[in-house]
């Protein structure tokens, strides 16, 4: 599906509209923060109220292309999200653990119920000259140049670096300030060293292994939001149905399986080395849920593949979901089903 742009709600109807194309993964990082957990109860409700709140103020996030300064829970997620849709280039964005109590806002004052905190708000700018018009390829040089933008705008938030690899590029954590508000340095959870034991597996699982091993390895949780994995990656070529590890056929879930596993690598290293086989680019964003509390801190891994911007120089902008660009005999993917709440 491609849509447009245009109106004073359109970064809104952007993000809702992307939600219907790329069947909830997309949609989830620009507007989930975190997972919202299936309400049993009243002590549940008002932190998933508080989190469904937070999302509809981050599907404000993403400006029309060209617009001026705005305001942003996560400045560089955001510039991310518009820099892949201008350059068709996988710029992935990764949160660091916030431990300052001045780097959160939150929604009331217990700061034991799940949820109750989240990034304090930034500003995010999209410089002039990074569009493909101006700047026709995407360099580390003109991302640098942003990052130092960035920086400037938000002095007191936390601060990032970048990283180049074959996979493309991608932001990740610098300093953040400790508990006392001294600025220290900082990484992301996918820096830890990782451990996957090697077993055949459909590429969702092996993601769900290496999530799963990184939180053994941080001691922080880390679930993964990838709906459609196995069918974006497609491998060779197969396109398996939805819900294949219910529905699917021992002889379907075994040509959609190949062995893999990691032995004491980064994990962000780990996961380019299983992506690098997907017939789909697929990006990331890792955002990591703050909280005083150690125990409440939590991470998601969205991974999804791009929305590209398809119109020619000087036209409305005109979105696409870009699907199997490494693969070109994959076939189309069935009809998306109706969009609904991812539960847990």
């Given amino acids: 599906m491609t849509f447009r742009l245009n109106g004073p709600g359109s970064r809104l109807v952007w993000a809702l509209v992307i939600q219907v194309d790329d069947m909830g993964s997309t949609a989830y990082r620009t507007l989930m923060p975190m997972k919202i957990k299936r309400v049993w109860s009243i002590g549940v409700f008002l932190p998933s109220v508080a989190l469904l709140l937070s999302a509809v103020c981050a599907a404000q996030r993403v400006p029309p292309v060209g617009a001026g300064p705005a305001v942003s829970y996560r400045p560089l997620d955001q510039l991310t999200t518009i820099l892949e849709s201008r350059y068709g280039v996988a710029v992935t964005y990764e949160d660091p653990i916030l431990l300052w109590r001045g780097d959160m ?36 040089a003109a991302l ?93 070529g197969f396109v398996p149905r939805n819900n294949m590890d219910i529905l699917g056929t021992d002889e379907e879930k075994r ?34 849920s703050p909280s005083v509390r150690p125990e409440g801190r939590t991470c998601v891994l969205n991974l999804a593949p791009m929305v590209v911007d398809v119109s020619g120089p000087g036209e409305m902008p005109v979105f696409k979901l870009l699907t199997y660009d490494h693969c070109v005999k994959c076939p189309p993917l069935p009809p998306p089903p109706p969009p609904r709440r991812q539960q847990q």
């Fill in 105 to 140: 806002e939150a929604w009331g004052q217990d700061a034991s119920r799940p949820g109750t905190f989240f990034p304090a708000r930034g500003t995010v700018v999209v410089p002039d000259e990074l569009t493909p018009q101006r700047t026709p390829k995407l360099t580390a």
């Fill in 144 to 236: 640098e140049k942003a990052l130092d933008s960035l920086h400037s705008l938000n002095p007191d938030g936390p601060h990032f670096r970048l990283l180049e690899t074959r996979y493309g590029f991608h932001i990740v954590p610098d300093t953040v300030r400790d508990e006392s508000g001294r600025r220290v340095s900082a990484s992301s959870i996918l820096d830890v060293s990782v451990t996957v034991p090697e077993a055949v597996r459909m590429p969702g699982e092996h993601v769900v292994a290496l999530c799963r091993a990184v939180g053994a390895a941080s001691g922080i949780n880390l679930d993964l939001n990838g709906r459609y994995t196995d069918q974006y990656y497609a491998f060779n």
């Fill in 255 to 288: 040509r959609s399986s190949f062995a893999w596993g990691a032995t004491a690598v980064p994990a962000r290293d780990a996961l380019i080395s299983l992506l690098g086989k997907s017939a789909t680019t697929l990006s990331w964003s890792l955002l990591c």
